[in-house]
T-cell receptor, first 117, second 113 residues
Framework: AQKITQTQPGMFVQEKEAVTLDCTYDTSDPSYGLFWYKQPSSGEMIFLIYQGSYDQQNATEGRYSLNFQKARKSANLVISASQLGDSAMYFCAMREDVNTGRRALTFGSGTRLQVQP | NAGVMQNPRHLVRRRGQEARLRCSPVKGHSHVYWYRQLPEEGLKFMVYLQKENIIDESGMPKERFSAEFPKEGPSILRIQQVVRGDSAAYFC???????????FGEGSWLTVV
């Protein structure tokens, strides 16, 4: 079974509008962390936002927010007021803290976001 | 980029040659991870190291690949006798501790011709 599922291979959004990128995860670990990374065409991986499984509130970082629904095992990324520079691949990732013990991240297949003027 | 330095950024090797990729973690970080990304795919975990120790190499191919993180100096990912299928982007990441945020370098793109 896929640990991290991103069902949207590609998304389009108009500049200045909000967009939601979906991510669902699968784990039996009671303690885990969820991450979103942005990969622009230049290739680097840029950390955006983190949500811990025990965090009571949804994480926010500037125009990024994470819609964390623990019971549904979803961790969608919301980008508000899209900008042309937001065009990139976006990856959701999970770290399982207890059962695996390895602390490494498992990545989804990514969503390519294109912001249109 | 939170300070993880990778070099070279681009490397071309002929089949059968060796490739060495270097990674200097963020200052103060003692945990290093290597990932591989094939075109149009997500990153796949390869190996997790702390200083002088391999913690988890469950994602490493059994042959030709090795990694080290010595007490002094950068972490090295070594690929011997490269084949075309090794062509990929190799990302290094580091964290301060096992439960901390993981920051990535800019990647090293290996092309095998």
């Amino acid at each position: 079974a896929q640990k991290i599922t991103q069902t949207q291979p590609g998304m389009f959004v108009q500049e200045k509008e909000a967009v939601t990128l979906d991510c669902t995860y699968d784990t039996s670990d009671p303690s885990y962390g969820l991450f979103w990374y942005k990969q622009p065409s230049s290739g680097e991986m840029i950390f955006l936002i983190y949500q811990g499984s025990y965090d009571q509130q949804n994480a926010t970082e500037g125009r990024y927010s994470l819609n964390f629904q623990k019971a549904r095992k979803s961790a969608n990324l919301v980008i508000s007021a899209s900008q042309l520079g937001d065009s990139a691949m976006y990856f959701c990732a999970m770290r399982e803290d207890v059962n695996t013990g390895r602390r490494a991240l498992t990545f989804g297949s990514g969503t390519r976001l294109q912001v249109q003027p | 980029n939170a300070g993880v330095m990778q070099n070279p950024r681009h490397l071309v090797r002929r089949r059968g040659q060796e490739a060495r990729l270097r990674c200097s973690p963020v200052k103060g970080h003692s945990h290093v991870y290597w990932y591989r990304q094939l075109p149009e795919e997500g990153l796949k975990f390869m190996v997790y190291l702390q200083k002088e120790n391999i913690i988890d190499e469950s994602g490493m191919p059994k042959e030709r690949f090795s990694a080290e993180f010595p007490k002094e100096g950068p972490s090295i990912l070594r690929i011997q006798q490269v084949v075309r299928g090794d062509s990929a982007a190799y990302f290094c990441a580091s964290s301060q501790g096992p439960g901390n945020t993981i920051y990535f370098g800019e990647g090293s793109w290996l092309t095998v011709v």
